[in-house]
């Protein structure tokens, strides 16, 4: 088991930067959508 542990840590470090990364894209999109939303009801306000 001692033996296992050094390999499986990189591999560890990466998907966790992998899950930050999704994350942050799905935040900007979540953040374009609004944006539109908002043209969108501004548009129909006028």
Excluded: M
């Excluded at 470090?13 to 609004?34: A, I």
Aim: proline fraction near 4%.
């Amino acid at each position: 088991q001692q033996r296992q542990q050094p390999q499986q840590h990189p591999q560890r470090q990466e998907h966790q930067q992998r899950q930050k990364h999704q994350h942050q894209q799905q935040r900007q999109e979540h953040q374009q959508q609004q944006l539109q939303r908002r043209q969108r009801q501004h548009q129909q306000h006028q």
